[in-house]
T-cell receptor
Framework: LAKTTQPISMDSYEGQEVNITCSHN???????ITWYQQFPSQGPRFIIQ???TKVTNEVASLFIPADRKSSTLSLPRVSLSDTAVYYC???????????FGAGTILRVKS | EPEVTQTPSHQVTQMGQEVILRCVPI?????FYWYRQILGQKVEFLVS????????KSEIFDDQFSVERPDGSNFTLKIRSTKLEDSAMYFC?????????????FGSGTRLTVV
């Protein structure tokens, strides 16, 4: 399984765009990049998944360069409720387990 | 939006007692998982279950742990003789296909406290 590296924490203010970058140098050809969000005492929640280039949904955008060795989660105009831990994972598919790292603690301030 | 439902939300048990944590995965999902998270630590994989059998388990999932899908809708985790270090949040998750695109849906968890 490819190891992921992301910042331990980030601070932002309401209304700003937040970009969290993750590196996954050993990503395999069939791997997807997946981001989850976790609030205290709750289960992780799927945010977005991508394989290459750009993926956008109603919550976030995911940018993946051509070499796929990194990815950037972009959260537009964050609010206080976006304060959470964000996990970057490499999903091998086929029902395999997800391996969570420490994640990035995002603190949004007013 | 479909949900994974876990019961109970909190469970306090005495050391050495057996506990059963229950989960109702999303109805058309085929892959089922248990994870745990000790307070302040990472989310850790315990076991995956597909086609009525364990497909993978971690080192944590020793002989004290077992899983079952007794009736086609529930998915349970049993801890036979709880230890203090089993105190954690336990999350059930399910996935439709196990493939890329859809992600895994996690439940809200059961907080297990062993005293």
């Amino acid at each position: 399984l490819a190891k992921t590296t992301q910042p331990i924490s980030m601070d932002s203010y309401e209304g700003q765009e937040v970009n969290i970058t993750c590196s996954h140098n050993n990503i395999a050809t069939n791997d997807y990049i997946t981001w989850y969000q976790q609030f205290p005492s709750q289960g992780p929640r799927f945010i977005i998944q991508g394989y290459k280039t750009k993926v956008t949904n109603e919550v976030a955008s995911l940018f993946i360069p051509a070499d796929r060795k990194s990815s950037t989660l972009s959260l537009p105009r964050v609010s206080l409720s976006d304060t959470a831990v964000y996990y970057c994972l490499v999903d091998t598919g086929n029902g395999n387990k997800l391996v969570f790292g420490a994640g990035t603690i995002l603190r949004v301030k007013s | 939006e479909p949900e994974v439902t876990q019961t109970p939300s909190h469970q306090v048990t005495q050391m050495g007692q057996e506990v059963i944590l229950r989960c109702v995965p999303i109805s058309n999902h085929l892959y089922f998982y248990w994870y745990r998270q000790i307070l302040g630590q990472k989310v850790e994989f315990l076991v995956s279950f597909y086609n009525n059998e364990i497909s993978e388990k971690s080192e944590i999932f020793d002989d004290q742990f077992s899983v079952e899908r007794p009736d086609g809708s529930n998915f349970t985790l049993k801890i036979r003789s709880t230890k203090l270090e089993d105190s954690a949040m336990y999350f059930c998750a399910s996935s439709e296909t196990g493939q890329g695109n859809y992600g895994y849906t996690f439940g809200s968890g059961t907080r297990l406290t062993v005293v």
